[in-house]
């Protein structure tokens, strides 16, 4: 067990291409260059502040099992630092570092007043019975919370790749547990299951955020024109690459409420690809049945799934891992518009290319930030120990009834009753989360493209995101003084 402050400026780098730390610090510096910020504040906010590492043994099936997990602080310029836990075979201090920058840039871009960080354990979910992962993930939690780095106040985790609500309960019950007298204790994991101090749509909330956010490109003529397309979502061709959590909601979502027709699905085992549109839940049912996609009857198969990535299509959006696009095939890739719903799916290098052959990007420290949006609305409700909507939401129908009835008066015609009750009803907490996460995916997106069309120096929108992210974390550090 270890506790090490990061001292690197630079990761390393495997081959010629960047890792992904390293293509963090380089976009990171190339926004840095169209700005003009205080002595030493660049590389204050450049790298993270602590890493802490740790080694701990469990016993499975009669025999010490040795995990390591990793937890970093990119900044505490605003407390909770925040930011999701990863549970996968690949996990390295490097990813979870990058993973955490991204977070604290995520943050100020949707105006959520929290630092970043990120957690990662190496292991293998799918080897493991429940019964275990319950085990490592409590073991896990304690390791962290004994040492600040899960607290309401301090560090609050999330779900990320390979795991969900499950194992946030777990780690909120493990803190609860230990610090019994807290009273705000749910308030230390977000993601949890709505009847665990959850809230409604943090679930698909990522998904939802993606969705938010490519409706928001599709309003601005301009920015649409710029890809080389025309008109709305409606109709748009989209490859996605993992159907998880964020891959599968968001697929879903463009599918039935924007008419988008998903012609390419790709998945650790393979890639699927249809002409005509594949259903994304026949989809994700198969692969839930059998672990994968490969011999789903409706659509063709495709062995080098990546190589799909490569396919005619009008949106392709990585919602799998970092490092999917790389010099490599960047050259190759034919979608005019690509949307981050993964953390880090283009590398540096291959973002040149991209940049270099007119392709539009939709940076993922913007467009997958719709989870930590609606996190931050969980660790409100579990602050305010009350759920959204509950005080008004009566109120508010009484209010909409008596307004109903002037109108009917006034006119001599009564509403229908369908469009009264739609007219009454009052706000839900799932409305609410939903009208919160849109209105805050709009107003960024905005603020990205105004950077945008109003820097000349300015040739991409990740760029432009960057530099309102570092803009207003520097603001913060300035006026606290460094
Ligand atoms: P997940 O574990 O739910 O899903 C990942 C999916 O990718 C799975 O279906 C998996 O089978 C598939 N996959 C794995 N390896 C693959 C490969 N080589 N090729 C194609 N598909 C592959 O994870 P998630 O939570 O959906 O996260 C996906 C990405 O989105 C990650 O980059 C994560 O950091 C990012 N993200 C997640 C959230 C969140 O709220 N869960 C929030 C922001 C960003």
Known sequence: MSQVASQSGAASTTGSECTFLDSVYKMYDQALACLSLPHGLPEKLKQCHAVYQVRFPVEI???????????????EHRLPSK????????????????LAALMSFKCAIV????GGSKGGLRINPQHYKDSELEQITRRFARELAQRGFISPAINVPAPDMGTGSREMAWIADTYQR???????ALACVTGKPPTQGGIQGRVEA?????QYGLREFFRHEEDVRMAGLSGGLAGKRVIVQGLGNVGYHAATFLQHEDNC???GIVEWDGALYNHDGLSVETVAAYKYANGGIKGYPDAEYVE???SLLEAECDILMPAALEGQITRENAARIKAPLIAEAANGPVTFEADEILRSRGTVILPDLYLNAGGVTVSYFEWIKNLSHIRFGRMERRHEENRSQQMLSV??????????????????????????????LDDTMCKAYREIREVFWNREEVNDLRTAAFIVAIQKIARTYIEMGI
């Open 61 to 75: 099936q009669g025999k010490i099992e040795v995990f390591t997990g990793w937890r970093a602080v990119h900044s």
């Open 83 to 98: 930011g999701g836990i990863r549970f996968a075979p690949v996990v390295e201090q490097d990813e979870v570092e990058a």
């Open 111 to 114: 105006d959520v007043p929290f």
């Open 178 to 184: 230990m610090n019994p007298t807290d009273i705000n």
């Open 206 to 210: 990522t998904g939802r955020g993606v």
């Open 261 to 263: 027709k998903i012609v």
């Open 304 to 306: 080098d799934g990546l």
């Open 407 to 436: 109108i009917e008066q006034m006119t001599g015609q009564s509403v229908p009753p369908s469009l009264a009750r739609e007219f009454i009803s009052g706000a839900d907490e799932l409305d609410l989360v939903r009208s919160g």
